[in-house]
């Protein structure tokens, strides 16, 4: 009896003693927001901006033309596919007071000189081709990132106004026409970077 209590002893002993090569595997094998690439196409270096962690706060529109305001967004941006591509996720209160999750994936195609963006709204399940290469734009005006989106005879437009380093604003718009002309802004918030 002392020996197969010895042996299960042993036995426990080593099943939970950690070993050096465990303790490695253990550590993060990337850092928080990933690294780009040294290859990535240098058009990424146009969202690599919103890479880290942001706070922000902002107003919806609303159906009868009000606006609601709220704080406790947060916006994180990572370099993904070994730094080849962006992914960027907004958490942030809806203006029925849901919380809201966003994901958007930024990635350059070299090979057919286009953007690729998609986003997925994951509370309502879906996901929207934003910007491909027979649809959709991207483009840099002035201080501006801006992402244009195509739907039929609907337009929607993105801009991310980059202050300064640690500032950005971001607003979106929509045109029922085409792009011919522009709605009032339907949301803006205003970013401060945190990491």
């Not at 253990?26 to 962690?53: M, Q």
């Not at 930024?106 to 934003?130: G, M």
């Not at 959709?136 to 300064?164: H, N, P």
């Not at 979106?172 to 802004?185: I, K, T």
């Amino acid at each position: 009896m002392n020996s197969r209590l010895c042996v299960l002893v042993v036995a426990m002993l080593a099943m939970t003693t950690v070993t050096g090569r465990d303790a490695m595997a253990a550590e993060p094998a990337i850092t928080t927001y990933g690294e780009r690439n040294a290859e990535a196409p240098a058009e990424l270096d146009l969202f690599s901006f919103i890479v880290g962690k942001w706070s922000g706060t902002g107003r919806t529109r609303v159906a009868d033309g009000s606006h609601v305001e709220w704080q406790g967004a947060t916006w994180i941006g990572r370099y993904i596919l070994n730094g080849m591509a962006i992914a960027d996720e907004l958490h942030a209160p809806g203006p029925d007071g849901k919380l809201y999750l966003g994901i958007t994936f930024r990635q350059f195609d070299t090979e057919h000189d286009a953007w690729i963006v998609e986003f997925l709204n994951v509370p309502n399940s879906f996901l929207r081709r934003q910007v491909n290469r027979s649809a959709g734009s991207v483009s840099r005006e002035a201080d501006s990132v801006v992402v244009i989106s195509e739907d039929a005879q609907t337009r929607i437009r993105e801009r991310y106004r980059l202050v300064d380093l640690n500032h950005f604003i971001y607003a979106l718009d929509l045109s029922q026409d085409a792009g011919r002309s522009w709605g009032p802004v339907s949301l803006e918030m205003t970013f401060t970077r945190v990491e």
